[in-house]
Structures are given as C-alpha cells and as structure tokens.
C-alpha cells in the first residue's frame, strides 16, 4: 500500500521535497488545460524529480459526466493533448473524475461518458473517480480498466475493484489543502523523463572470490606467446583485484 494525496495546488520544489520526505510516493493532480489547478510541464518535472510519482485526473467541473458520450468523446480529446503537452508517458492512466453523488438514474449518462472517454485516449488506460456506487457501475459495464473510489457519498463501502482509495478530504499539510489517498497497486502513475534515472547496481566481489579466478587467468597468460592476449588477461586480473577491494599488480 503507497501513501499519497490530491491537491488542487501547484507544488514547488520546495514542498513536493518535503512531501517526498514525510514519505509520500504520489500526488493526483488537475490534467486540465488551463486554471490554477492545471498541472504544468514545469510541475510534472518538479514532482518527479522528487521521487513523487503523477496521477492523472481530468475534471472540468463536477457534473460533467452527466453530459455522456459527446462530453466524454470531447474531453477525452482535450486530456490528450493535455497528457502530450505535460509529458505524461503513453500506457499511463488518465482518471475522469464522476465528483458528485450520481444516483441510479443518472448512472448510464456516466457510464457513457466514461466509455467514450477511454475510446478517446487509446495510447493511455482509462480510469474513473467516484463514489462506491460509481465505480461497481462503470466497473460492471467494463467502461475502463482503473478506478479510484472517494469514501464521500460510498456509505462506508469499498470496493474490491479500485486501485486508489481517497479516504479523508480538506487537510491541510505545509500551508497546502489536501485530500489523504492510499494506493494499491496498478495506480497507473507516472513520471515524466526529468526523473532521476537508477543507475547500474555496483559490481561487488569479494578478494577470495576474485583470487580463486584470477590463476585461471594467470593459466591463461602463461599459455600464450600473444602480447596482446598477454595484457588482456592482465588486465582482466587487475579489474578483479579492483572490484574486490585489492590493489591493481
């Protein structure tokens, strides 16, 4: 299970720094084109160099999954261009947010909405943000493949389906108001490539390991007349020495 949350708020270095260290591993922020709340290309880059990973949420406004498959084809094209203009990476998810407490009537409009959404975006997984009704609905229809329930409006249940749970709403943390996530797997995040990269795993050895190889080498040196085939296996026997702590002969 990974701790992360979801703000409204742009981060600076400063503070995706400090939420790094009290120990979350992702943030949900805005994929919208424009506003206050829109991720940037410049914050995307901020979070992951902080070792933050990126959930994408796209909502313009609470309700507009109530506009069914022409708002869903719609905003589908916007989160795309959305998604290329902040460097979020192909094969990510993209969550459209159901942000209010759609009833029974209302759940083939959303439904929808989500559906057409998902054909939109065909280079990215498909998420939904709702309520526990929400996501067993678009869950049953198979209208995408990654859910993320909020406990608003779910009555205390929790599905077995989600991947991201929002589970405590309008905390504030560092000056910044935001809601507490949990996650569980399969989140579908991202960074964007200004994320430090691992480097290679050191090579390590030990001197009795590196010692029992290098008379082979040595075998090896003494077989041949060649002075090239000679300074290589020299050579070989020196990097063992290296990589085990001794001194290079």
Not at 44 to 67: H, N, P, V, W, Y
Not at 106 to 122: F, G, H, K
Not at 204 to 223: E, Q, R, V
């Amino acid at each position: 299970m990974a701790k992360g949350f979801d703000c409204a708020t742009r981060l600076t270095e400063a503070t995706a720094a400090a939420f790094a260290r009290d120990g979350y591993e992702f943030v949900a922020r805005y994929l919208v084109p424009s506003g206050a709340k829109a991720l940037t290309r410049a914050e995307a880059d901020t979070i992951s160099k902080a070792g933050i990973s990126i959930i994408s949420c796209f909502e313009t406004t609470a309700d507009r999954a109530l506009g069914g498959r022409a708002a869903g084809l719609a905003d589908g094209k916007t989160a795309l261009q959305v998604a290329a203009s902040v460097g979020q990476p192909f094969g990510s998810c993209i969550y459209f947010a159901v942000d209010f407490d759609a009833t029974a009537a209302q759940m083939p409009s959303v439904i929808a909405y989500i559906q057409a959404a998902s054909e939109a975006t065909p280079n990215y997984t498909t998420g939904v943000y709702g309520s526990y009704a929400v996501i067993e609905a678009v869950y049953a229809a198979g209208a995408c493949s990654h859910f993320w329930q909020t406990y608003a409006w779910s009555g205390g249940k929790k599905s077995t389906h989600m991947q991201l749970y929002q589970y405590k709403n309008d905390v504030v943390v560092g000056g910044i108001p935001i809601d507490y996530d949990e996650s569980y797997g399969n989140e579908g995040w991202w960074q964007t490539d200004a994320a430090p990269q691992p480097g290679p795993d050191p090579v390590t050895m030990t001197a009795k390991d590196a010692n029992a190889i290098i008379p082979f080498l040595s075998a090896g040196y003494m077989a041949t007349t060649s002075a090239a085939a000679r300074g290589e296996f020299h050579r070989l026997a020196n990097e063992l020495r290296k990589a085990s702590g001794q001194a290079p002969q």
